[in-house]
């Protein structure tokens, strides 16, 4: 199938009903996707997938706190291919992420593993072995699961936040919102009780960092520094999957409101800034690709808990605007691969296609199927 220039796509798409939209133009994306994930993982002859594929130096090595979350797409995407044995690619990763495992509970952090525990990571990697259990029943998922749980909250403060095992030193970023969602996740499995009045805590510290101009201090990966639309999205999905799993409706609000900022921001520019600061100042010089899938998922997200389809339009608009990206270069290790940024010289991860820019662009398509 041949892609059409994407200014043809998003000028059919705008004045037709999105849900006239065609399925058959995700088809090769979606495919091509999942041919680059199964290779990132074979590359590491099923340990793990490599956190990315630079251009020239190739394959990276595994990535636990990315190979963690991707376990779930895996999963969401075997329902839908025949071509790979995901099922079972999905559980090597979930069976080398335990063997990883410190007897503390926690998990090591970086590319490789090579770093001492981050929480972050720790966070992201109860996604994969909760799906695994989950799909699978083996109390080796569960047990691990329960000790990486029980790690991440023992080192909660009393305002319910984490101020050590961080990726930068003495810095408490906003999108540990992603870490509360991942707990309140596996205690739908673990039911540890009076957790979720403590992570409620968690996130009303959060709540209070939004700003008047409705963006949130330290949602970027360093205090001070404009955030990656990357590290913006991981905050509002982290709130709002919190929000969702609290019961906490007014915490869905607060996010629709910010989503709509970005929203207005990026109907009056025509696309999204690769990075903002903290009074919505853009820098358009290149995208982060990885963030415009995550906010194609957030939007879609949004759809789902308010009916509106003007959220639908907007997940589905980026989802398109994404398209001409992905690399169709028939290449090992290029082909299915989303870049870290467009042009892929831009600013977050240059020359490269990461695993964790693969896993959100293919949840945005798996998405974009469920809607049409």
């Not at 100042?281 to 290149?286: A, E, H, L, M, W």
Request: aromatic share 14%.
């Amino acid at each position: 199938m041949s892609k059409q220039p994407v200014c043809c796509l998003i000028k059919e798409y705008s004045v037709k009903n999105s849900l006239q939209f065609k399925p058959e133009l995700l088809e090769e994306p979606v495919g091509a996707s999942l041919e680059w994930i199964v290779q990132s993982i074979v590359a590491n002859e099923g340990q793990g997938s490599s956190a990315y594929y630079h251009l020239w130096k190739g394959w990276s090595e595994s990535y636990p706190e990315t190979t963690g979350y991707l376990i779930e797409t895996l999963f969401d995407a075997s329902n839908i291919s025949q071509l790979y044995p995901l099922q079972a690619i999905a559980f090597s990763c979930a069976n080398w992420l335990c063997s990883l495992q410190m007897p503390n509970g926690a998990f090591p952090g970086g590319v490789g593993g090579k770093l001492p525990p981050i929480v972050f990571d720790t966070g992201m990697i109860l996604f994969g072995l909760q799906r695994a259990y989950e799909e699978s029943r083996d109390q080796k998922y569960l047990a691990a699961l329960h000790l990486a749980t029980n790690w991440l909250v023992s080192q909660q403060d009393d305002d319910g936040v984490w101020p050590n095992h961080a990726f930068v030193h003495d810095y408490i970023p906003s999108y540990y919102t992603m870490v509360i969602w991942a707990i309140l996740k596996a205690n739908k499995q673990l039911k540890i009780r009076g957790i979720e009045q403590k992570l409620s805590a968690s996130l009303d510290f959060f709540l209070q960092k939004i700003t008047p101009q409705l963006t949130i201090r330290n949602w970027g990966f360093r205090p001070g520094e404009p955030a990656f639309t990357h590290t913006i999205a991981y905050t509002l999905q982290g709130m709002l999957e919190s929000g969702i799993l609290l019961k906490r409706k007014e915490v869905t609000e607060r996010v629709q409101t910010i989503a709509d900022q970005i929203l207005l921001i990026r109907q009056q520019k025509g696309k999204l800034a690769g990075e903002y600061d903290e009074n919505w100042r853009g820098n358009y010089s290149f995208g982060c690709m990885t963030g415009q899938a995550q906010m194609s998922i957030l939007f879609f997200r949004l759809y789902e808990v308010s009916g509106n389809k003007v959220y639908l339009n907007e997940a589905q608009l980026l989802l398109l605007q994404m398209l001409q990206f992905q690399s169709n270069v028939r290449l090992m290790g290029w082909y299915g691969g989303i870049p870290g940024s467009a042009p892929v010289w831009g600013k977050y991860q240059r020359f490269r296609f990461t695993n964790w820019g693969a896993k959100y662009f293919l949840g945005a398509c798996l998405l974009m199927r469920r809607h049409l």
